[in-house]
């Protein structure tokens, strides 16, 4: 059961992360999973972005990236949506060697 002051304090601190979470399980003496409970429940939860702890690149990810090195127009190559993954990542190291030789 957590007191109001408690509450007020959760809610100050929106958005509650794990990492805000960990800070408060000690602050409170309870356990981490008991405040992102709390944080669920008052709807201040904001769960980490599985994309963005993955450090493998989506091909969109390299598409846009190999049209910025070449400087066209978003959307252009959109044709390599197909593509391998590993393809598109061996088109854009080479493309970096070369912008690393010129």
Same mark, same amino acid.
């Given at each position: 059961?957590?007191?109001?002051?408690?509450?007020? =304090?959760? *809610?100050?601190?929106?958005?509650?992360?794990?990492?805000?979470?960990?800070?408060?399980?000690?602050?409170?003496?309870?356990?981490?999973?008991?405040? /992102?409970? =709390?944080?669920?429940?008052? =709807? /201040?939860?904001?769960?980490?972005?599985?994309?963005? *702890?993955?450090?493998?690149?989506?091909?969109?990810?390299?598409?846009?990236?190999?049209?910025?090195?070449?400087?066209?127009?978003?959307?252009?190559?959109?044709?390599?949506?197909?593509?391998?993954?590993?393809?598109?990542?061996?088109?854009?190291?080479?493309?970096?060697?070369?912008?690393?030789?010129?």
């Amino acid at each position: 059961m957590y007191t109001k002051k408690q509450t007020a =304090k959760l *809610l100050a601190a929106a958005p509650i992360t794990r990492d805000v979470a960990d800070t408060f399980a000690s602050e409170f003496g309870v356990s981490v999973r008991s405040v /992102i409970s =709390k944080a669920v429940m008052l =709807k /201040i939860y904001q769960k980490a972005d599985t994309r963005a *702890l993955s450090a493998k690149p989506t091909r969109a990810d390299l598409i846009q990236d190999i049209e910025e090195r070449l400087r066209l127009p978003h959307g252009e190559l959109s044709g390599l949506r197909n593509a391998s993954a590993h393809g598109l990542s061996l088109l854009l190291t080479s493309i970096l060697e070369l912008e690393e030789l010129s």
